[in-house]
């Protein structure tokens, strides 16, 4: 679950734009670091803080960019869609050339409040931020967990190559159903928008009632899928 308490929010915290949501809290992603900027981030982040009682890394949020506003090239910092997800570099790899290697940790949830502009030596953006989830959120329904699993353990979705790491953590007593559905989120969620809303949704109950309708519609499309002949398949492509 989101524990919004490993974070200080009252500090202004560094800003990773990317087009997609590529984390979720208690989720690994890894990131190829090349822009200056951004390399500049990685290494202040990594600096050693003062602060005897912090964690090591300094946050990040990885932030979306709200390409509703126009193309992207006509922006020197792009417009930003308000919640992010916070993280920590939970692994760094230096490269001959001056690139880096991250994985990231998701943390929590997180909306924007303002933002502050490179400014002086500092080349990226930050903001001020709070967080959206309380750790105290009630747990979804454990009838949730059971549909996910019926789906996921069924003819259609059985057969996904992407559902084994999920499948895997199903029947696991050590995996809360919060880290369930983030996971699941994580790996089968593709659509952009529906990655978005499941970042931005506080609620951990609600949050599992999308990711359910979702499991149920893309059953629903093997299904098609499977019922249409490859005989009938146009220029020798089926409809999956």
Known sequence: ????T????????PVFPLRSVVLYPQTLQPLHIFEQRYLQMIEDSLRPSSDPESHEG???ALAVIDESHGPEEFYSEPPLRPVVC???ILKNESLPDGRRNILMLGICRAKILSVNEPQGERLYRTAM???????HSPSPSPVVRNAIRRLLLGDRLSKMHASEAVRSLIDRD??????LIEMTSFILMKDDAVRYRL?????PAERARIVHLELEHIDR????SDRQPWRDWPKHLSWN
Do not use: C, K, Y
């Open 6 to 13: 490993l974070i200080n929010f009252d500090q202004s915290i």
């Open 221 to 224: 499309l093997v299904s098609i």
């Open 129 to 135: 931020m709070r967080p959206i989830e309380s750790i």
């Open 58 to 60: 300094a946050p990040i």
């Open 199 to 203: 970042l931005e949704e506080p609620d």
């Open 174 to 179: 050590d995996v809360p159903i919060e880290t």
């Open 86 to 88: 916070v993280g920590r």
């Open 1 to 4: 679950m989101s524990d919004s």
